[in-house]
């Protein structure tokens, strides 16, 4: 296995540096980019066919001699000349754009880049394997090393019980001789702590008092569901499509808008990328798969909808019991809260999504920092308590709305508005941000 | 790498040891039989310790106990394809339209990720202007039934529809080529669409012959308006139902008709009359209602009087007579009723041509007599209108009398085709009926249940539920509408159009995505009398438009007809006979005429005047009564039991006093009594026992609730009538009887109720009629409101202060809030047993206020010196009635708040009583200082527990799919009340926030204010200085139930103004010194 891998490294290598070599071709490469990478791919297809020694694949195909220019120029015209042309033309349903303006040197330019450029699946493929098999590793050797520590420790278990049982027995043995009353450890330990009541007794009130407040502290911990991170039929990674392509969260997540609920992108919005992006490496193409599954789409040719689709099933992980109503819309529209706020970073979350601890919440900039465990109500009201109503008169922007509630205060209780004011703000809990019926109906 | 691997469980299935192999192969052994396993001694010794059996119970529990902590996994499925107009988390609402053969309305539908869950009246579209019924509003939950037919049924067994299709298609063929007659029942069908499917078929079993009579369709109502249609056949040459207009009609006159709940198209002429009963408006009208069983209607009149069915005819003839027309009917009336005929004429002749008389009467004569008296009055072409006819109830009785004879006779056709209708049940006849109808060659039922008529058809085709189908309606000549459907079919059940096409062999099965119906539609629509109007320049713009409102109105002229004089002699020998105990048959607000018999909520829905749930019975004057049934109602006790016989058929029904009710007569409702068959209709169509489970007989079928009334519906003079000639005798047994409200009157407890008439309120001053609550004080009275036990909650100064007002001037009592309010907030239903003990769990009740003899009007005292709470408590022969909706007033300084333990219920600072169900412990404190008594408490886990599976629909995955997701089912041990529809505040204010305004009327509102008929309710920002809500709080007529008790309430009321004379009245509502001093002498008075 390894073997192959090392090859394939090899082979890569070599040839990029083949490739590196002859690639000088600049204007090749800024007119592919400016022109035709809207739509064409060097080893893909996308809307267009890939364009990977197109110029061999035309004339091994039986085009007329130039009629590759042409079609550039005016594929129509080409379509219409050389038979070769028009079944080019029925490739896709889509229709290509015309570019008179390149002239044969420019187009052979672009076709030299494309002819230059590597494979990045099968450059990639060796590379990415053999991470991966490294993540492996680690994971075994960390796993490995704690069963190690819980061997470890049944060991001294079972040492210290055999070592005390070796002593009992020898002064049994030991007292036997003596003809003294036997004790048992019982006995024995009464009468131990009888001796020193005074230590035993504050020993035994710190160990009850810690009891019971660990205990209590424990319920405080019920329904905490911080850094639940659920399996998902498809390993999603937010920082490659929010970090790396910087997709705005609304993109997928559509109706945070203007709904309670954010919304699970559904299979078609995925689709709108991985119609074209379909994955550079194997395990990547894995993955995108699935999604194709759903959507019941058909990778052959230039791509199609079977009309098979199957809805995936996500594991939920904000879940909020059904007594709480939570709007997004509220707080995204009206209230301006960033979704860093209580989602954390998703740029940097390589996993599948998960609940973030409020500690980690507090280290990102702007958050407003908060005590309690997220997801629970003192982590929602105690926001509430912060969060300030920025709109109204107090900063001179305008809102309709909050306008409205500030006049009121400020023309029936002054008094009142001024005690709000003591902190400089107006914050949701004292325009009711607190109260039951606001988040429980 | 190979691909397929072998999973093994231990070495022994690797190696497939001898004894593994055995054991795998008999999984279950049999070599040890019990008996030996038990005896083997052994045994005893393996014996568990009682301690230790204690120890692994409590391991298991802490186990179990710490297993449970953990949070089940969440699923979340988002759509592949998300349709366009769906936002998960928000709700899509349709603009569709109603009709179920009785009641017609344009309607809102709400829908929630694709399930519909609520239905409202369309204010801005359509005839009926917002107005929608209780059944109406109901209607969305039947379609969540699981008694609903899964498919297409051939015999008793599930069949596909092409089988049934080919079979039926065979038959006809069949039939048609012997040139056998095809018949079709149907109710009156106001599509244009399905009538030209119908067509098609005809066409088809006539053979292509334009003029064949193979085939015949019969339209038939359960209620029948034939007489109306007969009268104006006699009168006006043409058989027509006219276009009523109540808003015109500064004099209304109706005998027997309920045209505010029941009557024709009652839903339209509900915001018609109320739009002229207020007292502020430019003019009120004056209400006149002679009827035997007390209605809605009659509790709204500003006069009422008692007539048996025989003496309706007399009061139209003593009005003619007063007009100067002999007729030859009697003009005999009792005391009571000619005293008020009397003040009608008066009236009628102060308002010629701005009057109405309506007739409720299927008897033709009866209403040729009512056609003579508004052309005496001039009504025709105002008030009424003759040229734009009403298309409903275009029942053809003699048609479907001469079929039912005939079928029962022998003498059938060879197919019988029923689409809409279920006459096995509704037919005086229709037992001999049903059993007549298994000698028919071809029967097909339409309808979605195994219902009566449908379980003795060989073939039953189920169509859609209303909200699954496409559809069309003209219910009057200048306008039409479409029905349009709010979730793909839950079921393969197919459209009734769709059928009719098929046998045609004009269309194809389309399945669950079918078009069929919809292109049928736009054919329809296309044709030029609908695409009349101009205004559009193309079809789909027209077809767009028509779809988004839901309906289009074309234009008709006014061309009042002439009353043709000849028609009075056909009233001679044609009137309703005269009998010592006339049997009314009435239908109920919820109920109507059965077809919606199993839905709960409706069942439960408290009927508008008797505030009984889950049951029919016989109503009678309680001084009638006498010592025979009991004087009182007496839930504790139960009713007692009657036998009423009308020819040689018997029913046998509790008896309850019904103050109102004409004396010489009885009133039973019809729609009871589905099921008696143990057909399946629905588990909420039949008893249930206390613990749970249906009731059923010694043959194990189910109880049907209440008995069937249409066995009581005769055909005489050509058309069917809903009175009787009979008798009653008292029958030994006591039964028990569900009502939600035990006391008949308001004891004169003018904070409660306020009444006056429209003299003394544009005459007088507000002390006189709503006088203010005054204590008094070392320095003289002060107002109520001075006096405090606690600081003010800062409602009036923060934000919102959310407040409702309640006119009742407009409230009729119709019952639409409450099934709105249980339908928005997953109210659940509880049962006639629970009922009983007073449990019923709606957020919101109507208060029915009888007076009583000591009463000027509801909530007066006559005599105050001698005014007896004992009498006072007796409702008076022929009362007046107050319908007074209660809910929560989120008192701002609610009673309920301070006795909270654990802070449960809080008040906002929005003014809204709030209630965190999970802080909730149950101790019931709230509901015991509750001056109103609205608080409800969850006794049961009603979604789980198995008495309430027959009735909670939310005890089904099925039946949960109506529940609202925005708010909460509640548990048991909780106690909820009204939340004044905080969810829809909430969102309200949400769109108001996002759109950067203040919040606007209109933003917020609750589900009994959008749902009323009259507008009665409103609701709004009191802190809103520009609000509706705060002008009707401000306004003279508005004062707060119980406002001497101090809990200052959000909700106020305004005064009911009856545009009446009253000199007992008068002489009470003057403006006095201090008018406290008399309230305090009374009290002194009392026991």
Same mark, same amino acid.
């Given at each position: 296995m390894f073997k192959s891998i090392n090859k394939w490294c090899v082979a890569a290598l070599t040839f990029l540096f083949f490739a590196g070599s002859f690639n000088a071709n600049a204007q090749g490469e800024g007119l592919f980019k400016a022109k035709c990478a809207t739509c064409h791919q060097p080893h893909k297809n996308g809307t267009g066919p890939k364009l990977f020694e197109v110029r061999k694949k035309w004339a091994d195909g039986g085009a007329k001699e130039g009629s590759i220019y042409q079609w550039v120029n005016n594929w129509q015209a080409a379509a219409a000349s050389d038979p070769y042309a028009q079944t080019v033309s029925t490739w896709a349903a889509s229709a290509m754009q015309a570019f008179p303006e390149l002239k044969k040197e420019e187009i052979d330019a672009i076709f030299d880049y494309v002819d230059s450029t590597p494979d990045p699946a099968a450059a990639a493929d060796g590379k990415d394997g053999a991470v991966d098999g490294v993540a492996t590793t680690e994971e075994t050797e960390e796993g490995s090393f704690s069963w190690v520590w819980i061997l470890l420790g049944v060991i001294f278990? =079972?040492?210290?019980?055999?070592?005390? @049982? %070796?002593?009992?027995?020898?002064?049994?043995?030991?007292?036997?001789?003596?003809?003294? +009353?036997?004790?048992?450890?019982?006995?024995?330990?009464?009468?131990?702590?009888?001796?020193?009541?005074?230590?035993?007794?504050?020993?035994?009130?710190?160990?009850?008092?810690?009891?019971?407040?660990?205990? =209590?502290?424990?319920?405080?911990?019920? @329904? %905490?569901?911080?850094?639940?991170?659920?399996?998902?039929?498809?390993?999603?990674?937010? +920082?490659i499509h929010t970090g790396v392509n910087g997709i705005d969260c609304k993109y997928c997540h559509n109706s945070v808008t203007k709904s309670k609920s954010a919304g699970l992108p559904s299979v078609n919005v995925c689709m709108n990328c991985h119609k074209q992006v379909n994955g550079r490496t194997p395990a990547q193409q894995e993955k995108i798969k699935a999604v194709y599954a759903a959507a019941g789409w058909s990778t052959e040719g230039a791509g199609s909808y079977t009309g098979h689709t199957k809805p995936i099933k996500w594991n939920k992980v904000h879940v909020l019991p059904d007594h709480v109503y939570f709007n997004h819309s509220q707080h995204v529209v009206v209230g301006g809260v960033d979704c860093k706020q209580c989602h954390g970073d998703m740029t940097k979350q390589k996993e599948t999504a998960r609940v973030v601890p409020v500690g980690e919440l507090n280290k990102i900039e702007g958050n407003i920092p908060l005590t309690r465990p997220t997801l629970t109500m003192g982590w929602c009201i105690e926001c509430h308590g912060e969060k300030a109503i920025q709109e109204g008169p107090l900063d001179g922007k305008k809102d309709g709305y909050y306008d409205e509630i500030h006049k009121r205060l400020l023309n029936n209780d002054k008094s009142l508005y001024n005690k709000y004011l003591e902190d400089g703000k107006v914050t949701v809990k004292e325009l009711g941000g607190w109260e039951c019926a606001k988040c429980h109906y | 790498m190979s691909t397929t691997r072998k999973y093994w469980k231990g070495l022994e299935e690797l190696n497939e040891t001898p004894s593994f192999v055995q054991g795998r192969d008999q999984e279950f052994?049999?070599?040890?039989?019990?008996?030996?396993?038990?005896?083997?001694?052994?045994?005893?010794?393996?014996?568990?310790?009682?301690?230790?059996?204690?120890?692994?119970?409590?391991?298991?529990?802490?186990a179990a106990t710490v297993a449970a902590c953990e949070s089940p996994v969440t699923k979340a499925i988002p759509y592949v394809v998300k349709p366009e107009n769906v936002t998960p988390g928000m709700p899509t609402w349709y603009a569709s339209t109603y009709y179920d053969g009785t009641s017609y309305a344009s309607i809102l539908v709400?829908?929630?990720?694709?399930?519909?869950?609520?239905?409202?009246?369309?204010?801005?579209?359509?005839?009926?202007?917002?107005?929608?019924?209780?059944?109406?509003?109901?209607?969305?939950?039947?379609?969540?039934?699981?008694?609903?037919?899964?498919?297409?049924?051939?015999?008793?067994?599930?069949?596909?529809?092409?089988?049934?299709?080919?079979?039926?298609?065979?038959?006809?063929?069949?039939?048609?080529?012997?040139?056998?007659?095809?018949?079709?029942?149907?109710?009156?069908?106001?599509?244009?669409?399905?009538?030209?499917?119908?067509?098609?078929?005809?066409?088809?079993?006539?053979?292509?012959?334009?003029?064949?009579?193979?085939?015949?369709?019969?339209?038939?109502?359960?209620?029948?308006?034939?007489?109306?249609?007969?009268?104006?056949?006699?009168?006006?040459?043409?058989?027509?139902?006219?276009?009523?207009?109540?808003?015109?009609?500064?004099?209304?006159?109706?005998?027997?008709?309920?045209?505010?709940?029941?009557?024709?198209?009652?839903?339209?002429?509900?915001?018609?009359?109320?739009?002229?009963?207020?007292?502020?408006?430019?003019?009120?009208?004056?209400?006149?209602?002679?009827?035997?069983?007390?209605?809605?209607?009659?509790?709204?009149?500003?006069?009422?009087?008692?007539?048996?069915?025989?003496?309706?005819?007399?009061?139209?003839?003593?009005?003619?007579?007063?007009?100067?027309?002999?007729?030859?009917?009697?003009?005999?009336?009792?005391?009571?009723?000619?005293?008020?005929?009397?003040?009608?004429?008066?009236s009628l002749k102060k308002s010629k041509g701005e009057s109405i008389v309506v007739a409720g009467s299927n008897n033709t004569a009866v209403q040729i007599l009512t056609n003579k008296l508004n052309a005496v009055l001039g009504t025709y072409g105002k008030t009424i209108n003759t040229s734009n006819t009403v298309n409903l109830?275009?029942?053809?009785?003699?048609?479907?009398?001469?079929?039912?004879?005939?079928?029962?006779?022998?003498?059938?056709?060879?197919?019988?085709?029923?689409?809409?209708?279920?006459?096995?049940?509704?037919?005086?006849?229709?037992?001999?009926?049903?059993?007549?109808?298994?000698?028919?060659?071809?029967?097909?039922?339409?309808?979605?249940?195994?219902?009566?008529?449908?379980?003795?058809?060989?073939?039953?085709c189920p169509d859609h539920h209303a909200l699954e189908a496409w559809n069309d309606f003209n219910p009057k000549k200048n306008h039409f509408a479409i029905a349009q459907p709010t979730i793909r079919p839950l079921f393969e059940t197919s459209a009734a159009q769709e059928s009719f096409l098929v046998w045609a062999g004009a269309a194809k099965r389309g399945g669950k995505d079918s078009s069929v119906v919809y292109d049928l539609i736009k054919t329809t629509w296309s044709a030029d009398n609908i695409k009349a109007t101009s205004k559009y320049a193309d079809f789909e713009t027209f077809w767009n438009k028509a779809i988004h409102d839901s309906c289009i109105d074309v234009a008709v002229e006014n061309t009042p007809s002439v009353f043709n004089d000849a028609a009075l002699a056909k009233v001679a020998g044609k009137l309703p006979k005269v009998a010592a105990l006339e049997v009314v048959l009435y239908r109920k607000a919820g109920i109507g005429v059965g077809a919606q018999a199993n839905n709960p909520w409706l069942q439960e829905l408290p009927d508008p005047v008797s505030k009984?749930?889950?049951?029919?019975?016989?109503?009678?004057?309680?001084?009638?009564?006498?010592?025979?049934?009991?004087?009182?109602?007496?839930?504790?006790?139960?009713?007692?039991?009657?036998?009423?016989?009308?020819?040689?058929?018997?029913?046998?029904?509790?008896?309850?006093?019904?103050?109102?009710?004409?004396?010489?007569?009885?009133?039973?409702?019809?729609?009871?009594?589905?099921?008696?068959?143990?057909?399946?209709?629905?588990?909420?169509?039949?008893?249930?026992?206390?613990?749970?489970?249906?009731?059923?007989?010694?043959?194990?079928?189910?109880?049907?609730?209440?008995?069937?009334?249409?066995?009581?519906?005769?055909?005489?003079?050509?058309?069917?009538?809903?009175?009787?000639?009979?008798?009653?005798?008292?029958?030994?047994?006591?039964?028990?009887?569900?009502?939600?409200?035990?006391?008949?009157?308001?004891?004169?407890?003018?904070?409660?109720?306020?009444?006056?008439?429209?003299?003394?309120?544009?005459?007088?001053?507000?002390?006189?009629?709503?006088?203010?609550?005054?204590l008094e004080t070392h320095h003289g009275p002060e107002h109520i409101s001075k006096f405090d036990l606690w600081e003010a909650h800062p409602v009036e100064k923060i934000g919102h202060r959310w407040g409702m007002t309640i006119d009742l001037s407009s409230c009729i009592g119709c019952g639409s809030c409450l099934v709105a309010c249980q339908s928005e907030n997953n109210v659940p239903v509880v049962g006639k047993d629970e009922v009983r003990r007073g449990r019923e769990m709606h957020w919101l009740r109507i208060d029915r206020y009888y007076a009583s003899d000591e009463e000027a009007t509801v909530g007066t005292r006559e005599n105050k010196e001698t005014f007896d709470y004992g009498k006072a408590e007796v409702a008076a022969q022929n009362p007046k009635v107050v319908h007074m909706p209660m809910m929560c007033q989120h008192c701002n300084h609610a009673s309920c708040e301070t006795v909270c333990p654990v802070a449960a219920t809080n008040h906002s600072n929005e003014g809204l009583n709030q209630m965190a169900y999970n802080r909730c412990i149950g101790t019931r404190y709230c509901a015991n200082n509750c001056p109103y008594k609205v608080r409800r408490f969850n006794w049961f886990n009603y979604p789980s527990y198995k008495k309430f599976t027959q009735v909670n629909p939310a005890q089904d995955d099925l039946g949960r799919m109506v529940l609202n997701p925005d708010v909460t089912v509640r548990t048991r041990g909780v106690m909820e009340k009204c939340s004044f529809c905080v969810q829809k505040i909430q969102a309200g204010k949400l769109v108001a926030k996002k759109e950067a305004r203040p919040v606007v009327d209109g933003d917020v509102t609750t589900a009994c204010a959008e749902v009323c008929p009259t507008n009665a309710i409103t609701v709004g920002d009191w802190n809103d200085i520009k609000s509706m809500v705060r002008k009707n709080a401000d306004d003279k007529r508005s004062y707060q139930a119980l406002e001497e008790v101090g809990v200052k309430p959000n909700v106020w009321y305004q005064v009911k103004v009856r545009n009446e004379k009253n000199a007992d009245l008068e002489k009470l509502q003057v403006v006095k010194e201090s008018a406290h001093h008399g309230e305090k002498k009374d009290n002194k008075a009392h026991h």
């Open positions: 278990a =079972v040492i210290i019980g055999a070592v005390s @049982g %070796v002593r009992r027995q020898l002064k049994a043995a030991l007292s036997d001789s003596k003809d003294a +009353d036997e004790q048992s450890y019982m006995q024995e330990f009464k009468t131990w702590a009888w001796k020193n009541k005074i230590y035993v007794g504050i020993a035994t009130l710190v160990l009850v008092m810690s009891l019971i407040v660990s205990l =209590v502290l424990s319920l405080g911990d019920i @329904g %905490v569901v911080e850094d639940y991170q659920p399996s998902q039929p498809i390993e999603f990674p937010h +920082d | 052994p049999q070599s040890m039989s019990v008996d030996e396993f038990l005896a083997d001694e052994n045994l005893k010794e393996t014996s568990t310790a009682r301690r230790d059996f204690l120890k692994f119970l409590g391991f298991s529990v802490a709400k829908t929630r990720e694709g399930r519909p869950i609520y239905i409202k009246g369309n204010k801005d579209f359509g005839i009926t202007k917002g107005s929608a019924n209780p059944q109406i509003i109901a209607s969305v939950l039947p379609i969540y039934d699981s008694a609903r037919l899964a498919g297409a049924r051939k015999g008793n067994n599930a069949a596909s529809w092409s089988t049934v299709d080919g079979d039926i298609t065979a038959k006809l063929k069949e039939i048609t080529a012997k040139k056998g007659k095809v018949v079709l029942v149907s109710n009156t069908i106001i599509s244009p669409s399905t009538n030209a499917a119908i067509a098609k078929l005809k066409a088809k079993v006539n053979g292509g012959d334009e003029t064949g009579t193979s085939f015949e369709h019969i339209q038939y109502d359960a209620v029948s308006y034939a007489g109306i249609r007969n009268a104006n056949k006699e009168s006006f040459g043409t058989d027509f139902i006219p276009d009523y207009d109540f808003s015109k009609a500064k004099t209304i006159v109706s005998v027997g008709a309920d045209f505010l709940s029941t009557w024709l198209l009652a839903t339209e002429y509900t915001p018609q009359w109320s739009s002229r009963r207020n007292p502020d408006g430019e003019w009120m009208s004056k209400h006149f209602q002679f009827e035997s069983v007390l209605s809605i209607t009659g509790s709204n009149a500003d006069y009422r009087g008692m007539v048996k069915p025989s003496e309706e005819a007399n009061v139209l003839a003593y009005l003619l007579n007063k007009f100067g027309v002999k007729t030859a009917a009697t003009t005999t009336l009792s005391k009571q009723a000619q005293d008020v005929a009397d003040l009608a004429y008066e109830f275009a029942s053809n009785d003699e048609a479907l009398n001469t079929f039912v004879t005939n079928t029962i006779a022998g003498k059938a056709p060879a197919a019988v085709i029923f689409y809409g209708v279920n006459p096995v049940y509704t037919l005086a006849n229709g037992e001999a009926f049903g059993k007549a109808l298994a000698k028919v060659d071809l029967t097909i039922s339409l309808a979605g249940y195994t219902d009566e008529t449908a379980s003795k058809c060989k073939f039953i009984v749930t889950w049951d029919n019975y016989i109503t009678m004057n309680p001084t009638e009564m006498g010592t025979t049934y009991a004087t009182t109602f007496d839930q504790e006790n139960g009713l007692n039991l009657a036998s009423v016989k009308v020819g040689n058929k018997e029913l046998t029904l509790p008896v309850y006093p019904s103050p109102g009710q004409a004396p010489g007569t009885v009133g039973i409702a019809l729609g009871y009594g589905r099921g008696a068959n143990d057909e399946n209709i629905g588990n909420a169509a039949f008893q249930t026992k206390e613990y749970g489970g249906h009731a059923t007989d010694e043959n194990g079928k189910r109880l049907p609730i209440g008995k069937n009334a249409f066995v009581f519906t005769s055909f005489e003079n050509g058309t069917l009538s809903y009175s009787a000639n009979g008798s009653i005798t008292k029958v030994d047994g006591i039964y028990p009887i569900a009502a939600t409200q035990i006391h008949h009157t308001v004891m004169g407890r003018h904070s409660i109720v306020r009444e006056t008439t429209l003299d003394i309120y544009s005459s007088k001053d507000k002390e006189a009629y709503n006088p203010a609550h005054m």
